[in-house]
């Protein structure tokens, strides 16, 4: 199995541009925002799940899942979240596995938001790398990508772990508070390292005394 990073990062922090560099520099990717829409597109099994559970006004005029509607019904609802949750999980769970399954390349990237929050998906990976900009910042992208207003942005905010405590809970840390050209000194760095990291943990696989899945202790 390839050596895995796992990427998370508030919202608006930019972490679909730190995978892009990623990519281009020729890391594996895998994206849970993307395996989550690819288990509702329309027919899919999640998608007939989240009709079930939550009845046709989940869906829009044009049959497919109404991601707004649904955002909107489980962001307060603490209920109706623990649903959507339990149905969708396990499929993009399966989805991600069976992405990472088919990595080739020496380490890739697994990019979840709530990577922390949730920590399900902690136990498959070797080190977590956080993107970070400031919250000011964060509400200024999300304001003008989403239209959403200050106080949406900051209520979204306050619901994922405080920056404090995501940046100390970080192995590595991409700082894009800046224009993208700065992330690519940072990225080139990082993935030399996770290179060096993915070669070690090769060398140390089950037989030799390693652990198991390339997955070293994140403080080595």
């Not at 990595?103 to 890739?108: A, C, E, H, I």
């Amino acid at each position: 199995m390839a050596y895995v990073v796992g990427l998370t990062g508030g919202i608006g922090s930019g972490k679909t541009e730190v995978t892009r560099a990623f990519a281009a520099f020729g890391a594996d990717v895998a994206d849970a925002d993307a395996a989550a829409h690819a288990v509702t597109d329309r027919d899919q099994p999640g998608y007939h799940a989240v009709v079930a559970a939550f009845g046709p006004q989940a869906c829009g005029p044009d049959g497919n899942l109404d991601r707004g509607w649904l955002r909107r019904a489980v962001f307060a609802d603490t209920d109706a979240r623990t649903r959507l949750e339990r149905i969708l999980h396990p499929l993009i769970l399966q989805r991600l596995d069976d992405e990472m399954s088919r990595w080739r390349g020496p380490y890739g990237i697994l990019s979840v938001p709530l990577l922390l929050e949730r920590g399900t998906l902690l136990p498959r990976i070797a080190r977590v790398l956080v993107v970070d900009c400031p919250e000011d910042e964060q509400v200024r992208r999300v304001m003008a990508r989403s239209g959403l207003s200050a106080a949406e942005v900051k209520a979204i905010i306050a619901t994922q772990l405080a920056r404090p405590e995501r940046l100390a809970r970080a192995d590595d840390v991409v700082d894009n508070s800046g224009p993208l050209t700065a992330l690519t000194g940072q990225i080139a760095r990082l993935d030399a390292f996770y290179r060096e990291r993915a070669a070690l943990a090769k060398e140390l696989e089950p037989g030799s005394g390693s652990p198991q899945n390339g997955v070293l202790p994140r403080s080595a």
